[in-house]
């Protein structure tokens, strides 16, 4: 099955710096890759997300990047706040209609005023 | 936006017992997850349900796992019996086929 990995569990960035979080995946048939942000003690809400035919999306001050060749996809966000802060996962989904979503472990990001 | 709601919030119960969490999805969605997420850790798929069936079930989706929506009502993961190792938060999802949107989680804490 698929195995995301996300490979940076912690980041710190002060606050206006961008911050970046990667994320690979091993199924090649994986074709849809949103991110998701949850805050201390709360669900998961949608950030954004990216579809296999397209390798860049932007929307405000987040960036996503695919590299479909090297299966690796990143957030970027830009002009960091400090309620940017929180735990972002990345995740990988086949086009299988029902789209199982496969998680990466998450990456915490602390935004220092 | 769209809300899953999911009750209750919080349950505690004794190791072997059953235990159902509902899960009131977006209304026109069409898919519904269930996901296991321990200590703030990485979500796991459990399980996902389309037209009534299971679609597919990872392997943690043990025999002792149940999922139902009766007549378009709540979405239900039922465990039966519950084990020590069934302790984490439960996040219910549904969606159209696209984004999920994601209920507040049951905290499930067996004993």
């Known amino acids: 099955g698929e195995k995301v990995e996300q490979h940076e569990s912690t980041l710190s960035v002060r606050e206006g710096d961008s911050a970046v979080i990667n994320c690979t995946y091993t199924d090649t048939a994986s074709s849809y890759f949103p991110w998701y942000k949850q805050e201390a003690g709360k669900s998961l809400h949608f950030v954004i997300d990216?579809?296999?035919?397209?390798d860049r999306k932007q929307s405000q001050r987040l960036t996503v990047l695919l590299d479909k060749k090297a299966k690796r996809f990143s957030l970027h966000i830009t002009a960091t706040q400090p309620e940017d802060s929180a735990i972002y996962f990345c995740?990988?989904?086949?086009?299988?209609?029902?789209?199982?979503?496969?998680f990466g472990k998450g990456t915490s990001l602390t935004v220092i005023p | 936006g769209p809300k899953v709601l999911q009750i209750p919030s919080h349950q505690i119960i004794d190791m072997g017992q059953m235990v159902t969490l509902n899960c009131d999805p977006v209304s026109n969605h069409l898919y519904f997850y269930w996901y296991k997420q321990i200590l703030g850790q990485q979500m796991e798929f459990l399980v996902n349900f389309y037209n009534g069936k299971v679609m597919e079930k990872s392997k943690l989706f043990k025999d002792q796992f149940s999922v139902e929506r009766p007549d378009g009502s709540y979405f239900t993961l039922k465990i039966q019996p519950t084990a020590l190792e069934d302790s984490a938060v439960y996040f219910c999802a549904s969606s159209w086929g696209g984004e999920q949107y994601f209920g507040p989680g049951t905290r499930l804490t067996v004993l």
């Open positions: 995740a990988a989904s086949p086009n299988t209609g029902y789209q199982n979503f496969y």
């Open positions: 990216i579809r296999s035919n397209v």
